[in-house]
């Protein structure tokens, strides 16, 4: 196992314990970092250690105590610091450390993007720099950001604990958002990939310590079917590639069959969720053999179990004409157009494409355009570009 | 801990003002989070106090011309933001206004 690995495997480890040895956020950080930077330095000379993540560990917490022992902070403290020293072996195994601070940075009191930030840095690990850069933002933006949310959680009294039993239901879907937020910022951008590995690794946990969540293994199995898919998504110029035309041998198959068998062993539980409906349709998907053999009555109806929001809507629209035949998935977009779908690209992508189909040409030619105008990313306009020239030879 | 729950309501809410608080305020007095409070005057009644350069400066009316104003406070004293959001939930004035939450700053014991 390399350094990264193991970096990328303990990381979240090692702070979550630390801040319950400590209760001090940044703190634990410190005494990771210190860590990891002995382990560096010493794993090379020494060999691995049989166990590392203990290893590490003990190192961080010794250089917490080290640091409460200068500080001399009143008595309480140092009885804490007595009672750490005299843990024989550190309380590594305790799966709910990092649960916990799973939970903690999903606050619903903290905002969104600090939720995903604090998430990256504490669970991931990745630096701040790392983050600001996935986000776009200025690095010391990100840090304030950061700062700002820790505070919160300290000042504000955000309980470091897995909620109770009957604030689990309402605590949950903010753990799963943010690690499908997560995904999907690392699926729609090259640039920032790794947080879609990053997701997933989070997920894995999150269905290692929640092995009850039926969501939890959902939103896994959903994961792993997209991106599954990636590599396939973008010609090697740089154009998009629809999931009719992607080269289905390139998909990752072992991916493929590790998430279908998760999501099975999960809708077998009879407890599905949003999540589940939507890596079932990612299965359709990723096991059609070919796009043709793509069962798209199936994929309609499970759009419609989804809440209909208007995106569901189309999508939902977009299945039920592939399966019923374009005429009829015309019929259904023209009563979504004037919705809130207003100025979405993939609403006149969507029509110009049963335009094509249905051979009405410069209709979709007018369509391609308004969808290139509002495309968001180079990879779709040169798409819509190709349609364009396609249908207006 | 301590949390400042600030009870806000648009000027609606000004016909809950005597409806009382269906035993709210006695649950939470016998599990013995209150630590004071009060209900407020409208804000219309609200006098506001600015000193800038030396200069006092009393307007008529709330500071802020946001929609939702307070109505009454109450200060609470338990363990932390999961049992104060809890507390707050469970205020009738939650379900027609907003109730915001302050922790009250704290300073460690020296």
């Known amino acids: ?393 | 801990m301590k949390y400042l729950l600030m009870i806000c309501g648009d000027e609606s809410a000004e016909e809950y003002a005597d409806a009382g608080c269906g035993g709210w305020t006695e649950e939470m007095t016998e599990r013995g989070v209150i630590a004071g409070g009060a209900g407020l005057r409208p804000p219309r009644e609200a006098t506001t106090v600015r000193v800038r350069d030396e200069e006092l400066r009393i307007t008529d009316g709330p500071f802020a011309e946001t929609k939702e104003q307070i109505g009454g406070f109450v200060l609470i004293d338990c363990g932390d933001l999961d049992e104060a959001i809890e507390i707050a939930a469970k205020h009738p004035a939650a379900g027609y206004g907003t109730i915001e939450i302050r922790p009250v700053l704290e300073f460690p014991p020296t």
């Open chain 1, 1 to 393: 196992m390399t350094f990264e690995e193991v970096y990328r495997q303990e990381w979240g480890q090692v702070v979550a314990t630390l801040i319950r040895l400590t209760g001090d956020w940044e703190l634990a950080e410190e005494c990771a970092q210190e860590a990891f930077a002995a382990a560096l330095e010493r794993w090379p000379r020494d060999g691995v250690p049989r166990k590392p993540g203990a290893w590490l560990t003990t190192t961080a917490r010794n250089r917490a105590i080290d640091w409460l022992r200068r500080e001399a902070v009143g008595a309480a403290k140092l009885k804490e610091v007595a009672a750490m020293s005299d843990e024989p072996e550190p309380a590594y195994d305790v799966p709910d450390d990092r649960l916990r601070l799973m939970f903690t940075c999903c606050h619903p009191a903290l905002a969104m993007e600090a939720r995903v930030a604090l998430t990256l840095r504490t669970l991931a690990g990745l630096s701040t720099a790392e983050i600001a850069r996935a986000f776009l933002v200025p690095e010391a933006t990100m840090s304030k950001r950061l700062t700002r949310a820790k505070q919160k959680i300290q000042y504000a009294g955000i309980p470091y604990r897995v909620p109770p039993a009957h604030l689990l239901p309402e605590r949950t879907p903010a753990v799963l958002a943010v690690l499908y937020l997560l995904f999907n910022e690392g699926y729609s951008d090259v640039v920032r990939s790794n947080l879609s590995g990053e997701a997933i690794r989070l997920a894995r946990l999150l269905v290692q310590l929640m092995p009850d969540e039926p969501e939890a293994c959902g939103l896994l199995a959903l994961m792993l079917l997209h991106d599954a898919r990636r590599d396939t998504r973008l010609s090697a110029d740089g154009v998009l590639v629809t999931l009719d035309e992607q080269d289905r041998t390139r998909w990752d198959h072992v991916q493929i069959t590790e998430g279908v068998e998760l999501l099975e062993a999960t809708l077998a539980r009879g407890a599905p969720g949003p999540y589940q409906v939507q890596a079932a349709i990612a299965a359709c998907h990723a096991t059609a053999r070919t796009a043709a053999d793509t069962d798209w009555p199936q994929i309609a109806a499970l759009y419609g179990q989804l809440k209909q929001t208007p995106v569901i809507a189309l999508n939902r629209a977009v299945a039920i004409g592939m399966a019923d035949g374009p005429a009829v998935g015309l019929r259904l977009l023209e009563q979504l157009a004037a919705g809130p779908l207003t100025g979405y690209h993939l609403l006149p992508a969507t029509r110009a494409d049963f335009l094509r189909r249905l051979g009405r040409y410069s209709e979709a030619a007018t369509a391609y355009r308004e969808a290139r105008e509002l495309a968001s990313t180079e990879a779709e306009r040169r798409y819509l570009t190709r349609r364009l020239q396609e249908v207006s030879q």
